[in-house]
């Protein structure tokens, strides 16, 4: 009985494993295959994408992409966009760290009504904003100059900042609050000044 009962259950637990890879598998056929025509239809002669639209190109012309990228500026875009997201997350960072740490850990008046004001900034939501935001910085954006893009990373500030008192709270992930790395430090700074 036992033997019958592990063989029944080996098949069922098999055929689960068969229903999920073959899930997955059209999962990964139905995002991958229009990523994958994408990709060729760029690569082929127009003509040809309307003769033949769903084959393989005869030939690959990778033109369009340097005329793109020439005509259309895309270098200085990519390089604005990247010049701009590091920014935001290193200043997020700074600030979100700083605010968080000072939310969770320090004991003050005011840190309760500090955390409900920044978890208030979860209840907008920040596609709203984009428009707004970028209407009250037209005239600094027009004095800066080149960048004509809307910083919407500030929505993301009240959920870092959430996320990181959370940590705080529950964890010390680098061991800064230790008494001991504390001490270390001091003995080293009074190592170094006693050695010079």
Not at 66 to 80: C, E, M
Not at 149 to 178: F, K, M, N, Q
Request: with cysteine; proline share 5%.
């Amino acid at each position: 009985m036992d033997q019958q009962y592990s063989k029944v259950s080996i098949f069922i637990n098999k055929a689960k494993r068969a229903i999920i890879v073959a899930l997955l598998m059209g999962l990964a056929i139905s995002v991958l295959y229009p990523l994958a025509w994408t990709i060729m239809s760029s690569i082929r002669d127009p003509n040809e994408f309307f003769l033949n639209p769903w084959g393989l190109p005869n030939k690959f012309d990778f033109s369009v992409y340097t005329k793109v990228w020439h005509d259309f500026n895309v270098g200085h875009a990519l390089f604005n966009s990247m010049r701009l997201s590091v920014t935001t997350v290193a200043v997020s960072l700074v600030f979100t760290l700083t605010a968080s740490f000072a939310i969770s850990r320090m004991r003050w008046r005011f840190s309760n009504l500090a955390l409900g004001f920044l978890l208030a900034g979860l209840m907008i939501p920040g596609h709203s904003t984009i428009i707004p935001l970028y209407l009250s910085l037209l005239p600094v954006i027009d004095v800066i100059g080149s960048i004509r893009s809307v910083p919407a990373h500030g929505h993301e500030i009240t959920i870092c900042a959430y996320v990181e008192a959370t940590i705080w709270v529950e964890s010390d992930p680098l061991g800064l609050l230790r008494r001991e790395w504390i001490h270390d430090v001091k003995n080293v700074i009074e190592a170094t000044i006693g050695h010079s």
